[in-house]
């Protein structure tokens, strides 16, 4: 039989593990209120670059012949307050459905990155840092898996 001091040893030792544990986690600061505030702040700084980031240049725009383009004007930038241009909007579809179907299947693809990219040439800025936007958002929660062995668009 052993000696008595043994059962209660171990329970003593147990008894102050769990308190000491229990104690810890009470004095601990609240992880997630400063993972959310790093957030906020994180999103402020993609905002304002968003904001600096010009529109990229035409040079992956298909170029028409030099007898059409005599012939149509050339079309404008969308201004503030005016609606996008058709083509815009079906640029913004194209790249919703690009990161919609990339979710599905869970991975972010090469080709995936080169169809995105070719989509966000035809967008406004706003529809760019919105399309951008919801692409890191997804990127960050881990939703996906982006094999593209470089930049993933």
């Known amino acids: 039989m052993p000696p008595p001091s043994k059962p209660i040893l171990a ?17 601990a600061p609240d992880a997630n209120e400063r993972v959310l505030q790093e957030l906020a702040s994180q999103r402020a700084v993609l905002d304002t670059l968003l904001a600096r980031t010009a529109a990229p240049p035409d040079a992956h725009r298909d170029v028409e012949p030099p007898s059409k383009a005599s012939s149509t004007p050339a079309p404008s930038a969308p201004s503030m307050g005016t609606e996008p241009s058709p ?4 640029a913004v ?14 991975r972010w693809t090469k080709e995936d990155g080169q169809a ?14 919105e ?3 919801r692409f890191f958002t997804t990127i960050n929660s881990q ?6 062995g470089g930049a993933p668009f």
Request: no cysteine; proline share 2%; glycine share 6%.
């Open 143 to 148: 939703a996906l898996d982006v094999r593209t």
């Open 87 to 90: 083509r815009s909007l079906a």
């Open 131 to 133: 399309a951008m936007r």
């Open 116 to 129: 995105f990219r070719a989509a966000l040439v035809d967008m406004t800025p706003d529809q760019r840092g």
């Open 93 to 106: 579809q194209e790249g919703q459905r690009l990161i919609d179907a990339a979710l599905q299947v869970r």
């Open 11 to 27: 329970l003593l030792l147990l008894g102050t593990s769990a308190t000491a544990f229990l104690a810890g986690r009470q004095s």
